[in-house]
């Protein structure tokens, strides 16, 4: 086992045993093993493009599913991930039936389980079976930012939404990883990832807002009612909707977790009366919050941590997510809804959840939300009310160094505004900052995806303060990241042209120095320093 793929790999360099994050050996050889398998579905996908030949959405929905399976806190099951793997190689069999040539001689796209045990196989073609510390550098930066886009691309496909041109770049990419490229090429395809992120993040914001409402500004409670309640954490809208509808007469409360939070600014999802509010705080916290909750719970992305005992009868998973000993509901057939009835049933049977806290947070902040108030915010920023923006989005962890966050937004000027997106929000949403002229000092875009709301903000500023350069409107970035969706989201930041981005609680340990020092002296990128140097730096703009 070598996995280095999230923010809190042990000692910033690499998980040798087990996984920080609770994944066991076997399960991380097993996606080893997937990712290798997709290259080779790529491989022949590609042979089969330069034929001509038009590729079934089917076989790119399920390299987006495979590659999202093997993100962070995903899939934690030893069976289920065997199951994919063995899928993976019937898509690669069909996928080489799509062309006529001989094809790809690439090992990724002729290994057969029928020769060595997948054990065996997985041993030889993980991360370090790349020997060039830069090679392999770039090439994992490349699949990390491919797993983002494979996320957000099925979560847009789930609600009807799929761009072939997306799953044609992931087979573009894939199979990138098995050539021998000069450098420059392959800091082509990293940057090119990040123009797929752009116009993947746009196809799910179109998705959501298309199907559910343009988001708007809501306030959401935190504390909690007096009837039983099932608890609902992940990213995924149409789990929640299939959800509230089918327990909307049952008695009970619905509430939101984690990154499901910006699932109350939605119309067509508030109209649920027993949609409750938000319980608890950010994923790494559920070990205790799901203990106190009472109810049952439904993970329905990523974002699950090793399941305790002590609720492991009340723990539900749904789509890509899978954990041994734990209870799945199956994926929809013949787009018939999934089936909550156990859930429901459960949380019929079970105490109200034991309050955490009280009050109530504002959210809602999605661009168009924010372009509503544009004549407020561009009179404020050229009477000089507010002086800058940062926008400190990204993901949250148990690092104890991810203080900084909160620090920085206690102590940034008061005439300053943070624009925020992803579960990074936990470390300050719940601060009283107050407003500038009635505009929130904190604007919560939503989920990670959906940075791109504030990638859009950005550039329609420039656009409205007549700017040729993004770089020059008073924004700094301060980001949070720890798994592969923030890795997705910088390298869309980057391909808009964004410069000056402080990268933390540390820089990614698959960054080798030659790589880093390209991104250093190409975007200068930076880590985060110092909370008051920073911030004086930040009003500076720099």
């Avoid at 490349?142 to 044609?168: Q, T």
Wanted: hydrophobic share 40%; net charge negative; aromatic share 8%.
């Amino acid at each position: 086992m070598f996995c280095f793929q999230c923010q809190e790999t042990l000692k910033n360099t690499g998980c040798t045993k087990n996984g920080v994050c609770g994944k066991k050996e076997p399960s991380a050889n097993l996606q080893d093993l997937l990712i290798h398998t997709l290259k080779g579905i790529a491989l022949h996908a590609q042979a089969a493009k330069d034929e001509g030949a038009e590729i079934p959405l089917a076989i790119g929905r399920f390299v987006a599913k495979g590659l999202f399976s093997t993100i962070t806190n995903v899939d934690f099951d030893e069976e289920h991930l065997t199951e994919l793997v063995e899928q993976a190689l019937k898509v690669r069999e069909q996928t080489k039936l799509l062309h006529n040539g001989t094809g790809p001689t690439e090992d990724a796209a002729t290994w057969t389980a029928g020769k060595e045990s997948f054990d065996q196989k997985a041993a030889t073609v993980g991360v370090l079976a790349t020997n060039n510390e830069d090679i392999r550098s770039l090439r994992e930066l490349l699949i990390y930012g491919l797993k983002g886009i494979a996320a957000y691309s099925d979560h847009a496909a789930v609600l009807g939404y799929e761009d072939p041109a997306i799953y044609n770049f992931l087979y573009e990419a894939l199979a990138s990883t098995t050539q021998d490229l000069s450098q420059d090429k392959m800091v082509g395809m990293v940057m090119k990832a990040g123009q797929f992120a752009v116009s993947t993040m746009a196809l799910l914001d179109k998705a959501n807002s298309e199907t559910y409402g343009k988001p708007e500004m809501t306030k959401v409670d935190i504390g909690v009612g007096k009837r039983p309640g099932i608890l609902i954490s992940g990213h995924d809208l149409k789990d929640l909707e299939e959800l509230l509808e089918q327990s909307k007469d049952a008695g009970v409360d619905v509430y939101t977790h984690g990154e499901m939070l910006p699932a109350h600014y939605y119309p067509a999802l508030k109209k649920y009366d027993h949609l409750y509010g938000n319980y608890g705080n950010a994923w790494w916290k559920q070990k205790e919050e799901f203990e106190s909750f009472n109810g049952p719970i439904l993970l329905t992305t990523n974002c699950l941590v090793p399941v305790k005992k002590s609720y492991k009868d009340r723990i539900f998973t749904t789509g890509r997510v899978s954990f041994p000993g734990v209870t799945h509901i199956e994926d929809r057939k013949n787009n018939s809804p999934k089936d909550f009835s156990p859930i429901i049933e459960l949380a019929k049977k079970s105490q109200p959840p034991t309050q955490l806290e009280s009050g109530q947070i504002t959210g809602g902040f999605a661009h168009e939300q924010v372009m509503a108030l544009s004549d407020k915010i561009v009179d404020a920023v050229k009477t000089g009310t507010i002086k800058r923006f940062v926008v400190m989005a990204g993901c949250d962890g148990r690092q104890k160094g991810r203080s900084y966050y909160t620090d920085v937004a206690k102590n940034l000027p008061k005439d300053t505004v943070i624009l925020t997106a992803g579960c990074a929000k936990y470390r300050y949403n719940k601060l009283d900052l107050g407003d500038i002229g009635g505009i929130p000092r904190v604007l919560d875009a939503g989920q990670c995806n959906d940075s791109y709301s504030l990638a859009v903000v950005a550039l329609k500023l420039k656009e409205v303060f007549g700017l040729e350069d993004i770089n020059e409107l008073p924004i700094s970035f301060d980001i949070a990241w720890y798994e592969q969706k923030a890795v997705t989201v910088l390298l869309a930041l980057l391909h808009l042209g964004v410069k000056g981005i402080r990268l933390g609680p540390t820089l990614p340990a698959f960054l080798s120095p030659n790589v880093a020092k390209v991104l250093v002296e190409n975007f200068d990128i930076k880590p985060i320093g110092d909370v008051h140097r920073d911030i004086e730096s930040m009003m500076q703009g720099n």
